[in-house]
């Protein structure tokens, strides 16, 4: 009887070697988009924070479309306005993120004067 693997074992043992870098090889990937994902996230969160603020210390839109960070894409609009004496103005943001275009986040924040 001779010694070694028949073709049949070996066609086998490279099938399952395909199989394992395949699931390995896919759940990088999967990682990888997961950390875009999240790290888009936070960027657009820090991003609203700092509106936020920048809103509460009642700076224009303008100045603080001038310092919006690398990745995020922001843009505001006058929402309308009721014509009750009681109504209040309020700005519409929209960010999103240049990464992952998908994610869009809308903030609305009032008008301080």
Do not use: H
């Not at 999240?38 to 009642?58: D, F, P």
Request: glycine share 4%; charged share 20%; proline share 4%.
């Amino acid at each position: 009887m001779k010694s070694g693997f028949t073709l049949l074992e070996a066609l086998v043992a490279l099938l399952v070697l395909v199989i394992v870098t395949t699931v390995v090889l896919e759940t990088q990937i999967t990682t990888l988009n997961l950390e875009q994902t999240a790290r888009a996230m936070r960027t657009a969160r820090m991003e609203i924070e700092r509106i936020g603020a920048e809103v509460r210390l009642g700076n224009a839109p303008t100045n603080i479309l001038a310092t919006v960070p690398l990745g995020c894409e922001v843009t505001f609009s006058p929402l309308p306005v009721d014509d009750s004496e009681n109504a209040a103005e309020f700005y519409q943001w929209d960010i999103v993120s240049q990464d992952r275009s998908s994610l869009k986040w809308t903030l609305i924040t009032p008008v301080f004067y």
